[in-house]
């Protein structure tokens, strides 16, 4: 299965129409059955189209988004289930800010090849200023399967943000089976390589999954947003045993790899990790 991770570097944001033919060509070009949207694409394509204003910070900027975004989102959702569509691939489209019940979440949607809504997935770890924003967290985590030829059946599920950040949200999906963890992320550019494995890489280490993680290569008030998009695997069957099938730069548009599910599942039968941990410690998360 070929999977790709893109940054939002190098595609046109001035218009709905010139993002929808640049990334419709970074799709074709790929080749990928399966792509990866970083965090906080539909405000970054709000932004840069014109349809939002920032906000004197980032704080500000998710503030005024999240206030007056219903129709955006549904015109965002709109687009990428077409691409998706279009394309016969699965799409995570990266994020947005919904709001239900008088709630706001920080939320991920992933798109299947005949352009429907195959997962929404809320991140339930929350940063500062998130908190502060009074954002609330998702309760649940989802698991979905990626149905297709080249697919093999995985199951897959999306870390949204920060949910990066805390392991358990990784632990949860891979005891629940999930094969596939797809990450949508942003992180603020600079020297962030290390902090950086310390999420995801080391989740995919930890828990013998595979991991699209797609990073913003972007500016949001004033906020750059620079790390390195990945395709990351157990260490054992990666080049170099560096836990890495691709990795690009902060602006690098897109990064490409292609998933081997029998060296994976070799791995788990040489070394079953899951099957060494105390299980009963997550029945009260699992409901085992």
Not at 60 to 82: C, I, K, P, R, V
Request: hydrophobic share 45%; with cysteine.
């Amino acid at each position: 299965m070929q999977v790709a991770a893109l940054s939002m570097a190098g595609i046109n944001l001035e218009s709905i129409d010139r993002y929808r033919a640049d990334l419709s060509n970074l799709l074709k070009s790929c080749g990928a059955d399966l792509v990866v949207l970083p965090a906080y694409s539909a405000l970054v394509l709000g932004l840069g189209s014109g349809a939002f204003m920032p906000g004197p910070d980032m704080a500000g900027t998710l503030y005024m988004f999240s206030a007056a975004n219903e129709d955006w989102n549904n015109l965002f959702f709109e687009l990428h289930g077409d691409l998706a569509g279009k394309h016969k691939i699965f799409l995570a489209a990266g994020t947005t800010v919904e709001k239900e019940a008088g709630c706001f979440y920080h939320s991920a949607y992933c798109f299947n090849p005949a352009g429907e809504l195959c997962c929404r997935q809320r991140q339930t770890h929350l940063t500062r200023v998130e908190r502060e924003l009074d954002f609330s967290r998702g309760e649940e985590l989802h698991i979905f399967k990626l149905q297709g030829p080249k697919s093999d059946g995985l199951e897959a599920g999306l870390v949204v943000g920060n949910d990066v950040r805390h392991p358990e949200v990784s632990r949860i999906f891979a005891l629940r089976g999930a094969d596939l963890l797809l990450h949508s992320g942003a992180l603020a550019a600079g020297f962030n390589c290390w902090t950086q494995a310390a999420g995801m890489w080391a989740q995919v280490q930890q828990n013998q999954f595979w991991a699209v993680e797609a990073q913003l290569s972007g500016n949001i008030a004033g906020t750059l947003f620079g790390a390195a998009s990945a395709v990351i695997g157990p260490c054992e069957i990666t080049p170099g045993q560096s836990g890495y099938l691709a990795s690009g730069y902060p602006l690098s548009p897109v990064v490409t790899a292609a998933l081997n599910e029998k060296d994976r599942q070799s791995i788990i039968k040489d070394y079953p990790l899951l099957q060494m941990l105390n299980r009963q410690a997550y029945n009260d998360l699992l409901a085992f």
